[in-house]
């Protein structure tokens, strides 16, 4: 997909693609919607870590010994952006079983639509992980935006934004305050609404997620 935001990756592969029509559709009851976008975060994640380094290691076959590639480096933290965040996070948790946890609570002020946060809780030595922070929507960015404030304050310094769904103005937002954070995401949509909703977006993803429509 075509889009002139250097600090934006779009995954299109046809299987993320099928999957996301479907989290989209308006008729997708509840526990599909939970199972697809837990589908759709293990492949977004699988692009995420595509840069993780790696270090040979003396590995034992059933018909011989060889050097034989694993993860090295700084270890990894996931950073849910409270509450739709928590819906992507065991996704990723499967794919990475032992990377740490952490929360951000905020919500959005209807007049406003600035962020406030409520709740911060990361691991101690969060400065020495690599950071992939999951949110299902980048809508305006301004949570986004604090919640990547907040994680850099800890003196993290690798950090990466995944989300299903962008928009051109959460992008842009990011790009601006946080020009070093890759965005991985599954669509670049249109534009917001009046009301700072994604168009066509799926709707209230945390609504959707949890059943609270």
């Not at 609404?193 to 609504?207: E, F, K, R, S």
């Amino acid at each position: 997909m075509a889009h002139d935001f250097p600090n934006l990756m779009v995954i299109d592969h046809p299987l993320v693609q099928h999957k996301l029509t479907w989290l989209r559709n308006k008729d997708t009851n509840t526990e599909s919607f939970r199972s697809l976008l837990r589908e759709v975060s293990q492949m977004l994640a699988y692009e995420a870590t595509r840069d993780l380094p790696t270090e040979l290691q003396a590995t034992p076959t059933p018909i011989t010994t060889f050097d034989s590639p694993v993860i090295s480096g700084k270890k990894l933290c996931l950073v849910s952006i409270l509450r739709a965040g928590n819906g992507m996070v065991d996704g990723l948790l499967s794919l990475l079983p032992l990377a740490r946890v952490g929360h951000i609570g905020l919500y959005r002020d209807p007049g406003t639509l600035e962020p406030v946060e409520y709740y911060f809780k990361v691991p101690n030595d969060i400065a020495e992980r690599q950071v992939i922070v999951v949110d299902p929507m980048l809508a305006t960015g301004n949570s986004a935006v604090a919640a990547i404030d907040r994680i850099k304050e800890c003196g993290c310094a690798s950090i990466k934004l995944l989300c299903l769904l962008t928009a051109p103005e959460g992008v842009a937002n990011m790009l601006k305050h946080h020009p070093d954070v890759p965005i991985i995401t599954a669509s670049l949509d249109s534009h917001l609404n009046d009301h700072g909703y994604i168009v066509p977006g799926l709707g209230d993803a945390g609504d959707r997620i949890f059943g609270t429509v």
